[in-house]
């Protein structure tokens, strides 16, 4: 079974699903139409984390870190490039210059 196939049967509990929609629904509602949300709490720190941000990546993780369709095709495997010729080396160092005299 390929990363990108999807399941046969969605394990996911329809309801849970339902839940996270609404959180991030409501949090971009917020962030979008109150400025404090948009700051930071004493007591939670940066608001946009708490509404839009953990809400988004539990719901990723719900899906089981799935890749968008569009990104799975971009990362397939490529052929890596390799340099033709040999790995570069140092130059070597320039001799010191002789000590000038110094004046008196």
Known sequence: MNRSDPPAADPVDPRIKDVLRYAIAIGAT????VPAARGS???FGWLPL???AMPLSAWWALHRF???AATAERRAPAARRLRSGPQ???RARPSPRPALPKAA
């Open 88 to 90: 570069a080396r140092r």
């Open 66 to 68: 799935r890749l968008p």
């Open 50 to 52: 708490w509404l839009l």
């Open 41 to 43: 709490s004493e007591t």
């Open 30 to 33: 917020l962030l979008l139409l």
